[in-house]
């Protein structure tokens, strides 16, 4: 099975949502409020939120809904297929002014994502995938590194992670460690080779990785948990609690045994 139409239109509605906000990426009034702890969440949230939300609906009315920014309805358990979005991954990095957010559109179904889009509207860069149609940025197809050695290695890590020093103690195993905004970005980031791999310690929802999770498999790699479990979506509780690690398979098994 293909997914065309479903991939176009989450590709229509990434760039849209870009727009919106682009309208607000240099205002500094962005009318900032906090969700929870260092959670913050701004009306560009809620706005690109909205739009994508009716363009999906609207294009597969039948599909089930879960978003960072809209409140969940359990009736999306029920649904085979099922949008999994975050609006704005990066939103520290957009209100800062830092071109390291994006917007994050996967389909998910059976629990497996078979559409993935990441948008930066600062960048330019349209990341997409469906399920065995291979992996693209901005139209040229993308697969990822094949480094094995972590020493000549160039990981991807959380910006909030690194200032924390929760990296310090790796820095000799990579021969970089490059701290990135959006959870979705830096994924995006190692199936383009522009990094090897990536890790995570904290604990992540479905919509900060679900649209990444197409696109590097489709790469070529794998995005897994640190005990190397395929992540399954639409789950009645969004978190992922375990460190999570994106990588070809080689390296995996190796990032998985350092950080273990």
Same mark, same amino acid.
Request: with cysteine; proline share 3%.
């Given at each position: 099975?293909?997914?065309?139409?479903?991939?176009?239109?989450?590709?229509?509605?990434?760039?849209?949502?870009?727009?919106?906000?682009?309208?607000?990426?240099?205002?500094?009034?962005?009318?900032?409020?906090? !969700?929870?702890?260092?959670?913050?969440?701004?009306?560009?949230?809620?706005?690109?939120?909205?739009?994508?939300?009716?363009?999906?609906?609207?294009?597969?009315?039948?599909?089930?809904?879960?978003?960072?920014?809209?409140?969940?309805?359990?009736?999306?358990?029920?649904?085979?297929?099922?949008?999994? =979005?975050?609006?704005?991954?990066?939103?520290?990095?957009?209100?800062?002014?830092?071109?390291?957010?994006?917007? @994050?559109?996967?389909?998910?179904?059976?629990?497996?994502?078979?559409?993935? =889009? +990441?948008?930066?509207?600062? *960048?330019?860069?349209?990341?997409?995938?469906? $399920?065995?149609?291979?992996?693209? $940025? %901005?139209?040229?197809?993308?697969?990822? @590194?094949?480094?094995?050695?972590?020493?000549?290695?160039?990981?991807?890590?959380?910006?909030?992670?690194?200032?924390? &020093?929760?990296?310090?103690?790796?820095?000799?195993?990579?021969?970089?460690?490059?701290?990135?905004?959006? +959870?979705?970005?830096?994924?995006?980031?190692?199936?383009?080779?522009?990094?090897?791999?990536?890790?995570?310690?904290?604990?992540?929802?479905?919509?900060?990785?679900?649209?990444?999770?197409?696109?590097?498999?489709?790469?070529? &790699?794998?995005?897994? *948990?640190?005990?190397?479990?395929? +992540?399954?979506? %639409?789950? !009645? !509780? *969004?978190?992922?609690?375990?460190?999570? +690690?994106?990588?070809?398979?080689?390296?995996?098994?190796?990032?998985?045994?350092?950080?273990?």
């Amino acid at each position: 099975m293909t997914y065309l139409s479903e991939l176009v239109a989450a590709k229509v509605a990434a760039r849209n949502a870009g727009k919106i906000l682009l309208k607000y990426y240099l205002d500094e009034n962005k009318n900032v409020q906090e !969700k929870g702890e260092d959670s913050p969440v701004t009306d560009a949230d809620f706005e690109a939120d909205k739009y994508i939300k009716n363009f999906l609906t609207g294009e597969f009315p039948s599909d089930g809904w879960l978003s960072e920014e809209t409140v969940d309805d359990h009736i999306r358990l029920e649904k085979k297929r099922i949008w999994v =979005v975050d609006p704005l991954d990066g939103t520290k990095e957009f209100i800062e002014q830092i071109p390291q957010f994006c917007v @994050s559109i996967a389909l998910v179904e059976n629990q497996i994502p078979v559409v993935g =889009v +990441i948008f930066n509207p600062v *960048t330019d860069e349209l990341f997409y995938a469906s $399920k065995n149609s291979g992996a693209f $940025k %901005n139209q040229n197809k993308i697969l990822c @590194s094949e480094e094995v050695d972590l020493k000549k290695a160039n990981i991807a890590v959380s910006r909030s992670e690194f200032k924390r &020093g929760e990296w310090s103690a790796y820095q000799k195993n990579f021969s970089e460690i490059s701290p990135i905004g959006s +959870i979705a970005y830096k994924i995006a980031k190692v199936a383009d080779q522009s990094v090897d791999c990536f890790a995570t310690i904290a604990p992540k929802n479905e919509w900060d990785i679900c649209a990444a999770d197409c696109i590097i498999n489709e790469a070529g &790699g794998v995005l897994k *948990t640190i005990d190397s479990k395929t +992540i399954l979506y %639409n789950q !009645k !509780k *969004t978190l992922v609690t375990d460190p999570i +690690i994106a990588s070809n398979s080689n390296m995996f098994y190796t990032i998985s045994d350092l950080l273990y």
